[in-house]
């Protein structure tokens, strides 16, 4: 049995200790390095896991079947409670993110409407998976009872869960539905021909987004902007501009019931596209990041890969250069997920050094107004 590692106090004062500063992602079910838990400028990290992994049978034990999760999970569960306790230990936070959709373990798919797809983008491109209708109420409870677990032993003011459930691979609203599945034929249709709406998914990302709420009274729940939702209008049929309108309206119904217990979040941040073209979901950040929390996720590692973050010639301006584009235009990041590669280069190059201190001032030095609804 897991014990719990809850943190924090109830008070509404810690509360307002919003996800600020910079935290580190690396590989999914990889341990963080010793370097980002000691890094002087590093806030925090993201720990990302698929549901499959975590609990690949019902409770994390031997059983079969589709009875909801346990309070016991899987052995693989203790690498992810580590990082955990390990941030803890130096006062560092948690970003923890649990992928369901496509990476629903088989015996929580037993008794839901899947559709078989493949996985349009992203690492795991090509990849062919079963995608659980978002609105099906059976695969919400399974979930849902699981992120229950998860907040009776992890709950505290030093944690952040994006909501996940009504999407596919990743934290991000989108679904698989822009290229052709196995057969050859489009996704979106699969979408349709499923019954797929605009309400369906308002529900769905409510229902999801206060279970994450309800599990995790002291902490904060995002909701990832940068990829719109099928081009399918309120009358099942195809329409362009019903993919970003759908993002935007569940953006809207979300800040009006969490506020700003309701972070938003892009990703694919890059100083590369400050000639105008920002990430998807831009947008949601610049407009709500006055009431905090709003954050970005750089594209990639500046270190490994500067031509893409903005400056081929120099990793560490490249991590400056893009942590300002966040910062600017009015969006106003508050906070920013960066790749471990950098936190590793920034202790052997002082200029990456250099850059991190630049970024996690820039950040502590935002303005967020403190109180409004959720704080």
């Known amino acids: ?42 806030d925090g990290i993201m720990r990302r896991s698929h549901w499959k992994t975590i609990e690949p049978t019902v409770g994390g034990d031997a059983q079969t079947g589709a009875s909801p999760s346990g309070t016991k999970l899987g052995t693989f569960w203790g690498a992810v409670e ?8 130096v006062s560092k936070k948690i970003i923890l993110s649990v992928f369901p959709g496509m990476l629903t373990p088989n015996w929580a798919l037993t008794g839901v409407t899947t559709l078989w797809q493949t996985v349009c983008g992203g690492g795991l491109s090509g990849e062919e998976h079963h ?4 609105w099906d109420t059976t695969y919400q409870d399974r979930y849902i009872a699981f992120v229950q677990t998860m907040g009776s032993l992890y709950d505290g003011t030093d944690m952040f869960v994006p909501t996940v459930g009504p999407g596919s691979v990743s934290a991000e609203m989108g679904l698989q539905d822009t290229c052709n599945d196995p057969l050859g034929n489009p996704q979106l249709q699969q979408w349709i021909d499923a019954g797929y709406l605009p309400s369906k998914m308002y529900a769905a990302w409510y229902t ?25 209008n309120e009358a099942g049929e195809q329409q362009a501009s019903a993919a970003t309108a759908t993002r935007d309206q569940i953006l809207v119904n979300l800040k009006a019931k969490h506020g700003r217990r309701m972070s938003v979040q892009s990703f694919g941040l890059s ?16 407009t709500y990041s006055p009431d905090g929390p709003a954050g970005f996720e750089y594209q990639t590692s500046c270190w490994n890969n500067p031509s893409a973050m903005g400056d081929a ?30 936190v590793t280069a920034s202790f052997t190059n002082g200029a990456m050094m ?17 109180g409004g609804q959720g704080a």
């Open 354 to 370: 250099d850059a991190f201190k630049y970024t996690h001032d820039k950040l502590w030095a935002s303005n967020v107004r403190v």
């Open 313 to 342: 010639s120099s990793p560490s301006n490249a991590f400056k250069l893009t942590c300002d584009w966040g910062r600017s235009a009015g969006a106003g990041a508050q906070y920013l997920i960066v790749y471990e590669p950098d």
């Open 271 to 286: 100083a590369a596209d400050d000639d105008g073209s920002p990430p998807g979901g831009w947008t949601g950040v610049q």
């Open 1 to 42: 049995m897991l014990r719990s590692i809850r943190t924090g106090s109830t008070t509404v004062a810690n509360r307002r200790n919003f996800p600020r500063g910079i935290y580190v992602v690396n590989d999914r079910d990889v341990a963080h390095l010793d370097a980002t838990f000691t890094h002087p400028y590093v």
């Open 82 to 89: 580590q990082d955990i306790t390990r941030a803890r230990a």
């Open 131 to 134: 995608q659980p209708l978002p």
């Open 208 to 232: 999801f987004a206060s279970a994450f709420i309800d599990a995790f009274p002291l902490g904060y729940t995002t909701a990832a902007t940068t990829q719109p939702l099928p081009q399918i």
